[in-house]
């Protein structure tokens, strides 16, 4: 990258995908895949599946005892299926036409631009559909803002969560955030500290029965170590470390080495499968878990998520330097 250059975005405005370099950074976004496909930070991958909205926390117990897993059954359906419906592109705050071939041979592969946005528009499987945006805006540093949204629609059911989903491609050795001591939900707060809280490894709470665990609530930023790659050439074992910071509003988090998916296919906590990713869910809203007893009563109305009303989650994403 030129001198004049070197505080703009490199835009490469490939055939089924839009690449954006910078000093430290590569991404791909693709067009296909409906998300960010790679996230390489001072050349280190922190991408093992595209970023996708999602819906979905395991049940609990109590979710068992009151049957709100079959009441909201169709959000896990479109948590794993989700499919992306558009792709829309901004350079520099105005809109073009998608770049896909052959629209993208009207460009060089010196394109340079102060940001770029790529809002990523999703339409559930639920009965009534709706729609859900997720937009990352990048920076001429790299720093990429996500703003995701869901549209409310009368009749949809509740929601156990909405978020966004990052894999990761190996176990984090710790992560690091500024929020509640413990593990909290909307509904289990009273016991929560303030403050700043290093986690090592990604322990998961060993019920008998694997179900929901690990969240965090009013969290200002998380930072995720690791130290191993998936790339057999870079053998080196040195920590690096990517922060999520919220935006407007603080968000809850969970890290854990497995998705929720993973945790509700398993009866009993040794089915499942061996730690090889981190899981990290951002969350704008989360249902409570309950407890007044598992048996049948739900979770009070305070703690519910309405499938009928909008709800919107901002944070940014960012490298840092790790100690």
Avoid at 212 to 238: K, S
Avoid at 299 to 316: C, K, M, N, W
Wanted: charged share 20%; hydrophobic share 35%; glycine share 8%.
């Amino acid at each position: 990258m030129s001198t004049a250059n070197s505080t703009k975005l490199h835009v490469i405005y490939g055939d089924g995908s839009l690449g954006l370099q910078g000093t430290n950074f590569d991404y791909i976004f693709s067009y296909e895949r409906g998300g960010l496909e790679s996230l390489v930070q001072n050349g280190k991958e922190w991408l093992y599946r595209v970023p996708k909205p999602t819906f979905w926390r395991a049940t609990t117990d109590n979710d068992r005892g009151n049957h709100f897993a079959e009441r909201a059954a169709m959000w896990l359906g479109t948590d794993q299926f989700l499919p992306c419906v558009k792709v829309a592109i901004a350079v520099n705050g105005q809109p073009i036409p998608l770049p896909i071939a052959p629209e993208n041979n009207r460009y060089s592969d010196h394109e340079f631009a102060t940001t770029v946005t790529i809002t990523y528009t999703y339409e559930t499987l639920t009965v009534p559909k709706t729609l859900v945006t997720t937009a990352y805006q990048v920076a001429a540093d790299g720093a990429i803002q996500i703003t995701a949204r869901i549209t409310g629609q009368p009749d949809l059911p509740e929601l156990p969560v909405f978020g966004v989903r990052f894999i990761m491609p190996t176990p984090a050795t710790q992560y690091t955030y500024t929020g509640l001591s413990g593990e909290t939900y909307p509904d289990r707060l009273a016991g929560g500290v303030p403050g700043t809280y290093t986690i090592t490894g990604l322990p998961v709470t060993p019920y008998l029965t694997p179900q929901e665990n690990g969240m965090h609530m009013r969290t200002q930023d998380v930072a995720i170590t690791r130290t191993t790659v998936l790339n057999n050439a870079d053998p080196r074992q040195d920590p690096f470390v990517l922060r999520l910071t919220a935006l407007d509003h603080p968000f809850a988090f969970s890290c854990l080495p497995y998705t929720a998916e993973e945790l509700e296919n398993a009866t009993h906590k040794e089915e499942l499968p061996l730690p090889r990713r981190t899981v990290l869910t951002i969350a704008g809203a989360v249902r409570g878990v309950g407890g007044i007893d598992s048996w049948g009563a739900d979770v009070t109305a305070p703690y519910h998520i309405s499938g009928e009303t909008d709800h919107q989650l901002s944070f940014r994403v960012e490298s840092v330097e790790s100690d």
